[in-house]
């Protein structure tokens, strides 16, 4: 990536930013916790909800409809999402900030994990060791001072899972459908699921919490079209590379936006093992297509 190409460096900026805000939307279920109580379920219906009407505000502005052709491809992105999202929600709710965004944050160990087992012929032993090295990473962050695992965290590994199963979803359908097509499917349906699996957790807000359902919405909206921007401009390792950051985001501010200690010496290590370990994985990802 060169920084002199103005479109280039404003992709940059804007996967880097869609990192920011995906951490800014757990920062406002952290605040959230001293004023309401609201239901992790709630932010995630919220965020669907929001996006969908967005959605549908651009394609109306387009004069444009969707156009689907792999209905299975857009449901399996839609519903894995979806519980990417939730465990995310649940991971900040009963963990800390910063873990949950690391956690969640583990998808590319996961994307090649699946990749080793499944794609015979992808099979990559410098990626392998990356996955251990992530693995130890991961470990640190779990259990920095004893050796004792927290459950809670599942939650923010769960996050993880599933978030790379929607994003191996995404990247077949991408060959398939157009931008807002997905998101059309991928808001639609998340809201679905989250209205008929949740709804008695959702109620009448009052001036407070509409201010936090649509802050949070709002943030992580911000991030999906931020991100889905920017990835027009850099190159898949590049944007993965961008993305990756919100682990050293979260690890830095968390003690000042939401108010948590300082991650310990162990965290550090662990999310900097992960960083690197992510980086090193996007760059293995592009050699087979250099070679062709």
Same mark, same amino acid.
């Given at each position: 990536m060169s920084l002199t190409d103005p479109r280039m460096l404003g992709g940059a900026l804007a996967v880097f930013a869609s990192a920011f805000f995906f951490y800014f939307s757990t920062v &406002?279920?952290?605040? $959230?916790?001293? @004023? %309401?109580? /609201?239901?992790?379920?709630?932010?995630?219906f919220a965020r669907f909800l929001l996006g969908f009407f967005v959605v549908c505000l651009l394609m109306a502005a387009g004069r444009s409809l969707p156009r689907p052709r792999r209905y299975h491809l857009l449901i399996g992105r839609a519903v894995t999402n979806?519980?990417?999202?939730?465990?995310?929600?649940?991971? &900040?709710?009963?963990? $800390?900030?910063? @873990? %949950?965004? /690391?956690?969640?944050?583990?998808y590319p160990v996961f994307v090649a994990l699946i990749s080793w087992v499944v794609l015979r012929h992808q099979r990559d032993p410098v990626a392998a060791a990356?996955?251990?090295?992530?693995?130890?990473?991961?470990?640190?962050?779990?259990?920095?001072?004893?050796i004792a695992f927290k459950t809670a965290n599942l939650w923010g590994l769960g996050s993880g899972v599933s978030a790379s199963l929607a994003m191996i979803y995404?990247?077949?359908?991408?060959?398939?459908?157009?931008?807002?097509?997905?998101?059309?499917?991928?808001?639609?349906?998340?809201?679905a699921i989250m209205f008929l699996g949740f709804h008695d957790r959702f109620f009448l807000p009052d001036a407070t919490e509409i201010y936090y359902?649509?802050?949070?919405?709002?943030?992580?909206?911000?991030?999906?079209f931020l991100l889905t921007l920017g990835f027009r401009y850099v190159t898949a390792v590049e944007g993965s590379i961008i993305s990756s950051t919100r682990i050293l985001l979260a690890a830095l501010l968390g003690p000042f936006l939401a108010g948590e200690p300082f991650l310990g010496?162990?965290?550090w290590v662990g999310a900097v093992l992960l960083f690197c370990a992510n980086v090193l994985l996007s760059l293995r990802r592009v050699q087979p297509e250099q070679g062709r």
């Amino acid at each position: 990536m060169s920084l002199t190409d103005p479109r280039m460096l404003g992709g940059a900026l804007a996967v880097f930013a869609s990192a920011f805000f995906f951490y800014f939307s757990t920062v &406002v279920i952290r605040w $959230s916790q001293s @004023e %309401a109580s /609201i239901d992790p379920a709630y932010f995630v219906f919220a965020r669907f909800l929001l996006g969908f009407f967005v959605v549908c505000l651009l394609m109306a502005a387009g004069r444009s409809l969707p156009r689907p052709r792999r209905y299975h491809l857009l449901i399996g992105r839609a519903v894995t999402n979806c519980v990417a999202v939730y465990c995310f929600y649940n991971a &900040v709710k009963y963990t $800390s900030v910063a @873990e %949950a965004n /690391i956690l969640n944050m583990t998808y590319p160990v996961f994307v090649a994990l699946i990749s080793w087992v499944v794609l015979r012929h992808q099979r990559d032993p410098v990626a392998a060791a990356m996955v251990a090295v992530a693995f130890a990473g991961i470990w640190l962050i779990l259990a920095p001072e004893t050796i004792a695992f927290k459950t809670a965290n599942l939650w923010g590994l769960g996050s993880g899972v599933s978030a790379s199963l929607a994003m191996i979803y995404l990247n077949v359908s991408r060959r398939y459908h157009d931008t807002n097509t997905v998101l059309f499917f991928m808001f639609g349906i998340g809201s679905a699921i989250m209205f008929l699996g949740f709804h008695d957790r959702f109620f009448l807000p009052d001036a407070t919490e509409i201010y936090y359902l649509l802050m949070c919405a709002a943030a992580g909206i911000a991030g999906q079209f931020l991100l889905t921007l920017g990835f027009r401009y850099v190159t898949a390792v590049e944007g993965s590379i961008i993305s990756s950051t919100r682990i050293l985001l979260a690890a830095l501010l968390g003690p000042f936006l939401a108010g948590e200690p300082f991650l310990g010496a162990a965290g550090w290590v662990g999310a900097v093992l992960l960083f690197c370990a992510n980086v090193l994985l996007s760059l293995r990802r592009v050699q087979p297509e250099q070679g062709r």
